[in-house]
């Protein structure tokens, strides 16, 4: 044997776990438990516990930076997008859309599923912080992804189409906007539990009528549209946990605007017992 030869300990430095790896070394990846860190997400949600959700979710996100998880830091960057939509954080959206993004391109998910959700959750952010042009910029990536694809949900499919057609109302393009709404719908009809986001198009119709046409022209079809979305929301077998409580919350401040106030309340309470674990 020759004692000569120059074997790789010879020349790679030890090196620490908590230092960069020497030159020639591939960085090991320590994979977070996504799935446990959904389920632990959605018992925070069920609570409204928004400052614990937040906690969970930084908390991981740094054991997913210092495990080399880009596939785990995707996830919870999406997963602090929505976070900070729904609390109303601009500034930590903006910075996680950003972050989210960039991790697309590096992970080389242009054009496929996992960016077409990417694309619409921060979209979604956007449009609630009216940047209406980008979010719309980005949900038209992502509909490229997901009509290219033979495997994308169909409750993917219609959460975007729905999102855009808000968008789309929100920069005055109605025709288009009724065009999603109708995809959206479709799509919604097609997805177990539909129902609650089916819901929540009629409502959204509901406003583009109003101001399409005002109140007034668009009484008859707005309460309507009104009435499908209650039934929709009572729908038996729809399961009564933290997302329905979520829908009921979101939805029941719109029933009082059109004058429906007992519904309105009634939506209300029952948000509120199913928060409090009644």
């Not at 928004?50 to 979710?57: D, Q």
């Not at 997805?191 to 119709?205: H, M, P, R, V």
């Not at 729908?235 to 409580?245: F, N, W």
Request: a negative charge.
């Amino acid at each position: 044997m020759n004692s000569d030869i120059i074997k790789p300990e010879d020349y790679i430095e030890p090196a620490c776990v908590l230092c960069e790896p020497a030159y020639g070394q591939e960085i090991p990846v320590r994979t977070v438990p996504q799935q446990r860190i959904i389920e632990k997400m959605d018992e925070y949600m069920s609570r409204r516990d928004y400052a614990g959700a937040e906690r969970h979710l930084l908390y991981w996100l740094e054991e997913a930076q210092l495990g080399n998880d880009l596939g785990g830091e995707l996830m919870l960057r999406n997963e602090l997008v929505g976070h900070y939509r729904k609390t109303g954080n601009r500034e930590q959206a903006l910075v996680h859309i950003q972050k989210a993004l960039e991790l697309v391109r590096e992970l080389g998910f242009e054009g496929t599923v996992s960016a077409g959700t990417t694309y619409t959750n921060c979209g979604t952010a956007l449009n609630a912080f009216g940047e209406n042009e980008q979010s719309l910029a980005l949900f038209e990536k992502a509909r490229q992804a997901y009509e290219s694809s033979d495997h994308v949900r169909t409750d993917l499919m219609g959460g975007l189409y729905n999102n855009m057609a808000l968008t789309c109302a929100a920069l005055k393009r109605f025709d288009e906007a009724r065009a999603y709404y109708a995809k959206a719908m479709d799509m919604m009809k097609q997805t177990e539990y539909g129902e609650l986001e089916q819901a929540i198009t009629c409502l959204n119709l509901a406003n583009l009528i109003e101001a399409e046409q005002g109140l007034e022209a668009g009484e008859h079809e707005i309460f309507d549209l009104l009435d499908q979305a209650y039934d929709l929301l009572k729908t038996e077998g729809i399961p009564r946990d933290g997302y329905y409580a979520f829908v009921l919350e979101k939805c029941a401040p719109t029933f009082g605007y059109y004058g429906y106030f007992a519904a309105a309340q009634e939506l209300k309470e029952t948000s509120e017992k199913i928060y409090a674990g009644h």
